[in-house]
């Protein structure tokens, strides 16, 4: 992974990463999962599921009335911590404002037979409304997992 040179460069990374976990995700367990669990079921899985894999990642102590945690260290802890991250907000960002909007069961790009014919003009879309490093990264994301 680059290091960003800028903070907008970070989010974009971040919410590159995001997004690619979010199509990979769907393209692994589809839409009824989450519809089935309705809002609070989302917020629940978040609460129970994802915020646990989150703090089962953090250590520390307190030190002078202050708690230090301790580095994040070793591939599962770094991999627990940032995979439960991304979900965490996954969940509690796109995937609960979608299933409120109605548009969680919208087509998809990608049916699980290859891409569907719009897929390019939307991919065009997205690199007018994501210019520059944003564009190369969420273009990169939907090649990778709509191939």
Same mark, same amino acid.
């Given at each position: 992974?680059?290091? @960003?040179?800028?903070?907008?460069?970070?989010?974009d990374a971040v919410l590159a990463?995001?997004?690619?976990?979010?199509?990979?995700?769907? #393209?692994?367990?589809?839409?009824? /999962?989450?519809?089935?669990?309705?809002?609070? +079921?989302?917020?629940?899985?978040?609460? =129970? =599921?994802?915020?646990?894999?989150?703090? %089962?990642?953090? #250590?520390?102590?307190?030190?002078?009335?202050?708690?230090?945690?301790d580095p994040i260290t070793g !591939? =599962?802890?770094?991999?627990? !911590?940032?995979?439960?991250?991304? $979900?965490?907000? /996954?969940?509690? +960002?796109?995937?609960?404002?979608?299933?409120?909007?109605?548009?969680?069961?919208? @087509?998809? $790009?990608? $049916?699980? =037979?290859?891409?569907? @014919?719009?897929?390019?003009?939307?991919?065009?879309?997205?690199?007018?409304?994501?210019?520059?490093a944003a564009a190369e990264a969420?273009?990169? %994301?939907?090649?990778? #997992? #709509? @191939?």
């Open positions: 992974m680059k290091t @960003p040179l800028t903070w907008e460069e970070g989010l990463e995001m997004r690619a976990v979010m199509v990979e995700r769907q #393209n692994k367990y589809g839409p009824s /999962n989450i519809l089935q669990q309705g809002l609070l +079921g989302v917020l629940t899985r978040v609460k =129970d =599921d994802k915020m646990e894999r989150i703090g %089962g990642a953090l #250590n520390g102590k307190v030190v002078r009335g202050r708690v230090v945690l !591939f =599962d802890a770094e991999d627990t !911590f940032e995979d439960g991250c991304v $979900d965490a907000a /996954n969940y509690i +960002g796109p995937i609960m404002l979608m299933l409120h909007r109605g548009w969680w069961t919208l @087509p998809r $790009d990608y $049916d699980g =037979d290859g891409p569907v @014919p719009e897929r390019e003009a939307r991919l065009a879309r997205i690199a007018e409304v994501y210019p520059e969420r273009l990169a %994301g939907l090649k990778e #997992n #709509n @191939p």
